[in-house]
């Protein structure tokens, strides 16, 4: 069965990483282009505006697969050669693909996200934990460094300095802390985290899907480009929503006082 499961509903995608018995530890061999083709049906659906990304069972992720660390095998087998491509072809594959979805995606944080697990929840563009939730990036106590991007993420969502504290010390903080560090958005009873991401995600599913698009393209292409280069990217992009029916319906929406009905053209 996939590390990660989708489930379409209306215009939202439930993703749903899928080893609970391991309390959803990744790094075993296929994981990266699993996860490519879910988040690839994902950007290819049109109707979908918005994803949710949790775990099954009790975590949100674990990590890395600490076993088959042990074991040499899977992402973490071989020569160093082989662990090179291992990361490269499996683990980048897994973060690469849920960063780069073109659709916002809502990390729903129900448990434990360590490690590799945690990094994977900080590539959504919002993250919501639930209340009992545990964060860290751990790395250093299995001797290890953050060999997902994590080194990259991590300072630019919380700053450098509390980046460098979770990162150096190993410590897991609770979710009130996560929250307090800007980690994620807002916490929820366990038995409501769900409910509220799709909750949120409906709110998000109303705008209109291409400028909703292309304004998370925006967001991520402004952590690596300059300001001049972010507005001539908003320059053509503000163009192409100018010629849309949805700009057209947005505009006399609000003339008529009246609820836009967006429609993706």
Known sequence: MSILLLEKRGPIAVLTLNRPDMMNALGQAGDGPAVAAVCAEVVADASIRCAVLTGAGRAFSAGGDVKAMKERSGA???SPYDVRSGYRDNIHVIVKSLYNMEV???????????????????????????????????????????GDGGAWLLPRLIGASRAAQLLFTGDVI????????????????????????????????????????????????ANMASYDTIMELSASAQALMHETEDHIEGVN???????????GR
């Open 76 to 78: 973490f087998g071989g």
């Open 104 to 146: 916002p995606l809502i990390s729903a944080i129900n448990g434990p996200a360590i490690g590799l697990g945690c990094d994977v929840a900080c590539m959504a563009d919002i993250r919501l934990a639930a209340d009992h939730a545990k964060l860290g990036v751990t790395f250093l106590k299995l001797g290890l460094i953050p």
């Open 174 to 221: 609770d979710a009130a802390t996560a929250k307090e560090w800007g980690l994620v958005s807002e916490i929820y009873p366990a038995d409501q985290l769900m409910d509220e991401a799709m909750k949120l995600a409906e709110r998000i599913a109303q705008q209109p899907p291409q400028a909703l698009r292309l304004a998370k393209t925006l967001m991520r292409q």
């Open 253 to 263: 929406a609000i003339l008529e006082k009246r609820k836009p009905e967006f429609k």
